[in-house]
């Protein structure tokens, strides 16, 4: 149990790669508070983490200011300072830029980008030690066509981990993981045969990957075996986004 005594605040996590991080970083004993817009304490995802340890889930929309300060303040109250904060919650909008309007583009920068922004400093103003492990994508490194906003935002978010990672050290370790293709509702409209991700995303492993071998990152980060690391991007991908 490496995460013995330590509190992870997981954002998005009633879903996808949220939930399998948050049951990940409670099997390995931390204590799990998660937000998402929806009704979080009526979802499965609080339960299964109960069954697990301490556990809290709390209705927040990380792009909203007051919601984030107030998912903090709960996780506080109820678990003391943060130890672990896992920026995952995000959303995309597929179009051709000409069909991308402003408000479509601000609202994918407000979730993914305001939304990590807003939680770090919620995390910071609490907690002078801990580990920040923000969820981008390799996207931010490739570039896709149609997802604009989606990549602009994921590449900010890199180098948003590279700032902190300077500015909040040697506290605060503060790093990122690229995923791949991962299997959620988020790819599941898009949904591409073995060939389709070995040809467009050069994948030599040529297959989706699932929640949980990003979760497996999260965790390592997030425990004393990742120490000497900050300011990473770690990619989780099949080996998609090779240079
Ligand atoms: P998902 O299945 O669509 O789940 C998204 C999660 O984010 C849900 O828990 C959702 O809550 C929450 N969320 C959405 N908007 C939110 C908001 N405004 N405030 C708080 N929470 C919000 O997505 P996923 O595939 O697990 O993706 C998770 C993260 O990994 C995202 O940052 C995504 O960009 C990144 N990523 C995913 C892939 C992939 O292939 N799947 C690849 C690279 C990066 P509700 O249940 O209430 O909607």
Known sequence: MTLQGKTALVTGGSRGIGRAIALALSAAGARVAFCHPGDAAAGPTLAALEAQGEAMAFAADVSDEAQVIAFH???????????????????????????????????????????????????????????????????????????????ASKGAILSLTKALARELAPGILVNAIAPGPIETDMTAPASMSPEQIAMDLASPLARYGQPGDIAAMARFLAGDEAGFITGQCFGVNGGSAMP
């Open 73 to 151: 303040d709960a996780a506080f109250a109820r678990f003391g300072a943060p130890d672990i904060l896992v920026n995952n919650a995000g959303i995309l909008h597929e179009a051709p830029l000409r069909d991308t309007s402003a408000g479509d583009f601000d609202k994918v920068i407000a979730v993914n980008l305001r939304g990590c922004f807003l939680n770090c400093r919620e995390f910071a103003r609490r907690s002078d030690a801990g580990r920040i492990i923000n969820i981008a994508s390799e996207l931010a490194l490739v570039g896709r066509a149609d997802l604009v906003a989606y990549c």
